[in-house]
């Protein structure tokens, strides 16, 4: 019966995986927003330094590192741009079940570049917009993404930087580290997904506190509210790294196919109304049932202690 069940698994797999695909990948705007996603990634690129790294790990783990230190890794255009690339790059990554984002130099992300941020707002109002969609767009498919992600939170997390952590699925905090979301000092509110993340993880009351009181949030703090999960021991970039990936490990490992059908399956249970969320979910039980990791555990017979 199992046997019979991989041709049967095999179809679904390719149809539930294309329509999952396209479903992540769907742009939350259009040109019917008066959105232009080729000119917007133009502008953004005239303002240029740092960069997103991205390195792969044969256990899958994906290590995504903003690279701006002498800015605190803040946000330029050329950095926008280059998170997309690397969303792209991870939707791909067949292989992969977790992700690590930090930031180079002990501290994670002051947002944006302030000089970018000046120069858009003094051209076409429309351009502050364009921004805002663009990095909605892909924060919304980094949350997405089919891995089990994490922020590694060290020094602060500031503004667009804090919106950042709302896109991972956990996020850990080092000793002596901050989110906050600062946009109240600076006559805004979060405009890349941030204020609506933060709803979900701390509830309206708590999320309400931070953006209306722009509050400092330590990793007690953190912790109480549920917006960290843990505060890791070492402040040193390499050695915080390594805790964060042996954090993560409790989740990501076993077969990939399973840990990805489980990230799967929590987003649309996350983001769907509960008839779509039960279709999508047996789909996608559709797709490891009769599968290696399945069949090897029924011969096994494992005992659940």
């Known amino acids: 019966f199992p046997e019979m069940a991989l041709p049967l698994g095999k179809n679904l797999l390719q149809t539930t995986k294309k329509r999952i695909l396209q ?3 769907l742009s939350l705007y259009n ?4 959105y232009e996603e080729e000119l917007i990634k133009k502008k953004l690129q005239q303002f240029s330094g740092g960069s997103i790294n991205l390195s792969k790990e044969d256990n899958g783990i994906g290590i995504l590192t903003l690279n701006n230190p002498k800015l605190m890794n803040a946000f330029t255009g050329t950095m926008m741009v280059e998170l997309q690339e690397r969303v792209t790059e991870l939707e791909n990554w067949e292989d992969g079940k977790g992700l690590i984002i930090h930031g180079a130099g002990n501290t994670f992300c002051s947002g944006s570049d302030l000089n970018a941020v000046k120069e858009i707002s003094n051209s076409q109002a429309s351009d502050g917009m364009n921004m805002c969609m663009f990095m909605q767009n892909t924060l919304t498919r980094l949350m997405r993404l089919s891995l089990i992600s994490v ?5 602060k997390a500031f503004g667009g930087g804090a919106e950042l952590t709302t896109a991972c699925d956990f996020r850990l905090m080092t000793t002596g580290s901050e989110i906050r979301f600062v946009h109240k000092h600076m ?3 979060p405009g890349w997904g941030g204020a609506a993340r933060l709803v979900r993880i701390v509830g309206s009351g708590a999320a ?13 703090r953190a912790l109480r509210l549920g917006l960290s999960e843990e505060t890791l021991p070492s ?3 390499t050695t915080a790294l390594g805790e964060a990936r042996a954090w993560l490990s409790q989740y990501t490992e076993g077969p990939t196919t399973v840990i990805r059908a489980v990230k799967k399956v929590v987003t649309a249970g996350k983001e769907l109304p509960l008839e779509a969320a039960l279709r999508t979910e047996k789909d ?6 009769g599968g290696p990791a399945n069949l090897q555990a029924l011969v096994r017979r494992p005992k659940h202690k």
């Open 208 to 220: 309400l506190q931070l953006l209306g009181g722009a509050a400092r949030v330590d990793p007690e």
């Open 235 to 237: 402040s040193d970039e």
């Open 31 to 34: 040109g019917a927003h008066g």
């Open 284 to 289: 996608i039980f559709g797709t490891v049932w």
């Open 23 to 25: 479903q992540r990948r």
């Open 151 to 155: 922020a590694l939170v060290q020094g």
């Open 187 to 189: 006559g805004l509110v």
